[in-house]
């Protein structure tokens, strides 16, 4: 799979997927994950196997993360808060999962969200943020833990919601 | 807790790990609540917005009529000199100049010479 277009079908939603997390805007996530493959079609792709071509592009994808936030920090975008009485709940969580995010070293963020959303093996993780597969493990869970305690009240919603599910299915 | 359970990251990732430290860290119960708090973060990490419609950038697109449009150009191009070429050169083409000098041509006939 060394064309463009394969590379694209094969990634283009986990890229957006990661990208909507890093970024925390679907519109900024839709751009830059073309930004990525417009990047791709102007480089060589390199012959290899499927984990190692995922790192390679989500390092690019990580470049471009962190491009964008240090935009924002040059030019900050006046951001409307939500009004919190029309806001559903699900876009509470939504916001309080972005927040927790965005107070994580970029690092740890990027090799979560990799994992998390994006669904990428250990291997090419370490490959896109050239760590070891040891190191991308251990971050992994260290961020889980802080993330734990910091979403606690949403964690403890969607365990509470399984369960109802459970109770009802019996 | 911390890196002791470390093995329910990797069990909850697909990677490999040592089947008797799992045991071991789901054996305790704070183990086994950190495997379904971690479940629970995995949902409600997941971005809700659809994937929408993201197309492929331009320049990776090769048009299946670019080579035939660059041959019929081409095409064009040479029928074009070609046509132009020869009308110019029926059209310009000047009369043949008049003879300066006229040399008559003699018969020639032996005069029985040496051998």
Known sequence: ?170 | MGSTHEVISAFLDDEPFDSQELADALSDPIGRALLIDLIALRRIVQPGDAVPAISAPGPMRRPAWRPAAAAAVLLLALSAGYLVGERRTVASSPDAPPPTRIVQAVPFIPTGGSR
């Open chain 1, 1 to 170: 799979m060394a064309d463009p277009e394969g590379l694209f079908a094969a990634h283009h939603q986990r890229l957006f997927r990661y990208f909507c997390r890093a970024v925390g805007r679907a519109e900024a996530a839709r751009d830059l994950t073309q930004e990525v493959f417009l990047r791709v079609s102007r480089s060589s792709i390199p012959a290899a196997a499927d984990g190692e071509v995922s790192a390679w592009l989500f390092r690019i994808a990580r470049n471009l993360v962190l491009d964008h936030h240090r935009d924002r920090l040059r030019h900050p975008e006046p951001t409307v808060p939500a009004d919190q009485a029309t806001r559903s709940p699900s876009q509470d969580v939504d916001l309080a999962v972005n927040e927790a995010l965005a107070s994580l070293p970029a690092l740890d963020r990027d090799v979560f969200l990799m994992r998390e959303v994006a669904g990428l093996g250990y291997d090419a993780i370490a490959g896109a943020c050239e760590l070891t597969s040891d190191a991308v493990r251990s971050r992994i869970h260290r961020t889980r833990l802080q993330l734990r305690d910091q979403l606690a009240a949403p964690i403890a919603t969607t365990r509470t919601m399984a369960m109802c599910r459970s109770e009802k299915q019996r």
